[in-house]
């Protein structure tokens, strides 16, 4: 059997990565100074909200390091963790109440077995989508998870 731990927090990053780079409002292409991973002097840094059901024994601690990481490396976007308690159903009741407020997080984990209700129910942008919108969003994928022979 094959050991797919690794999947679950490689595909939140995937998916906070790919979602910042299409959400990017302020300044543009390029809004970073040059070789220095600050944001250029009147750029507006664009915050992002993810919500996660990862608690401190299962996975809490793994997102904010990656967070972390994300955050020091694009200065002009900060991505800021909720977490959501109650596991996914509480996510999706909290899910729900926010889209219906006009509030909803920019990104939220979304357990398979709640998919096709979210695909169905929520307003949402598919990372296919999100590939598409973004000019260097291609690259990124081929450059991400190098293809194996």
């Not at 944001?39 to 608690?55: F, L, Q, R, S």
């Amino acid at each position: 059997m094959i050991n797919c731990k690794w999947r679950k927090p490689l595909g939140i990053a995937l998916l906070v990565a790919t979602m910042a780079s299409s959400l990017m409002t302020g300044c543009g292409p390029g809004n970073q100074a040059k070789g220095t991973g600050q944001a250029k002097p009147g750029c507006k840094v664009t915050t992002i909200e993810y919500w996660h059901v990862n608690t401190e024994n299962f996975g809490g601690p793994a997102i904010r390091e990656l967070i972390q990481k994300f955050n020091e490396k694009h200065q002009d976007i900060k991505v800021v963790e909720k977490f959501q308690p109650g596991s996914y159903a509480g996510l999706m009741k909290n899910l729900q109440a926010a889209i219906a407020a006009g509030n909803p997080p920019a990104v939220a984990q979304i357990g398979y077995n709640f998919l096709d209700y979210a695909t169905a129910n929520f307003p949402h942008l598919p990372v296919e989508d999100a590939v598409k919108k973004d000019p260097g969003g291609q690259a990124f994928l081929n450059n991400f998870l190098p293809s194996s022979p």
